[in-house]
């Protein structure tokens, strides 16, 4: 069966700290892996990973995929408490999105 | 104004009744998604649709039916509805992108909670 893990499910951290979220998978006929931000609604696309190795970037946010471990990791760097989110991950399937439970971050002052 | 609309935001109903959410896309995308989101379980798909005359169940349609009206527009059915149903509904919608996949785009959700 696939399936998409995030790990941790919750993290608080202080303003100013770095964090790393983790999502591994174990999905048939991998294509891609996915990265949403979701604040109060609907989530929002961060990143698109499609090759082993190459690191993505938007400001503080960085992500990588290793196909060979099968996990991508999100950084984000000086966290703000604007970064304070649900960060979710999801992979593609025969052209459908399987998504993980999420990790909700929160980022106190 | 907003690309993916859903209506209503939120909805409060009773056990048994027939409850239709709907979404319309100003985004010209032919694929369109309803998901339903619980805490701790992240997004699951309930049905989709590729253009107007495709439909096709996602991981868990039991209990729920969808319409494609037109190509900005895919409702979601709920025929009776059961407390286990309280959720948040998203619709999606994506074109095709290069490769064959795009990112998908979220509506603003709807609240539904059945007593």
């Known amino acids: 069966e696939d399936k998409v893990v995030q790990s941790p499910l919750s993290l608080v951290v202080h303003e100013g700290d770095t964090v790393t979220l983790n999502c591994s998978y174990e999905?048939?006929?991998?294509?891609?892996l996915l990265w949403y931000k979701q604040e109060k609604k609907a989530p929002t696309f961060l990143f698109m990973l499609?090759?082993?190795?190459i690191e993505k970037k938007s400001g503080r946010l960085s992500s990588i995929l290793d196909k060979k471990e099968l996990f991508s990791i999100l950084n984000i760097t000086a966290t703000q408490t604007g970064d304070s989110a649900i960060y979710l991950c999801?992979?593609?399937?025969?052209?459908?999105?399987?998504f993980g439970q999420g990790t909700r971050l929160t980022i106190n002052p | 104004d907003a690309d993916v609309t859903q209506t209503p935001r939120n909805r409060i109903t009773k056990t048994g009744k027939r409850i239709m959410l709907e979404c319309s896309q100003t985004?010209?995308?032919?694929?369109m998604y309803w998901y339903r989101q619980d805490p701790g379980l992240g997004l699951r798909l309930i049905y989709y649709?590729?253009?107007?005359?495709?439909?096709n169940k996602g991981e868990i349609s039991d209990g729920y039916s969808v319409s494609r009206q037109a190509q900005a527009k895919f409702s979601l059915s709920l025929e009776s509805a059961i407390p286990n149903q309280t959720a948040l509904y998203f619709c999606?919608?994506?074109?095709?992108?290069?490769?064959?996949?795009?990112?998908?785009?979220f509506g603003p959700g709807t609240r539904l909670t059945v007593l």
């Open positions: 999606a919608t994506s074109d095709l992108g290069t490769g064959g996949y795009n990112e998908q785009f």
């Open positions: 999905v048939t006929n991998f294509r891609s």
């Open positions: 499609t090759s082993s190795g």
């Open positions: 999801a992979v593609i399937k025969a052209q459908k999105l399987v």
């Open positions: 985004k010209g995308h032919d694929r």
């Open positions: 649709s590729f253009d107007v005359k495709d439909i």
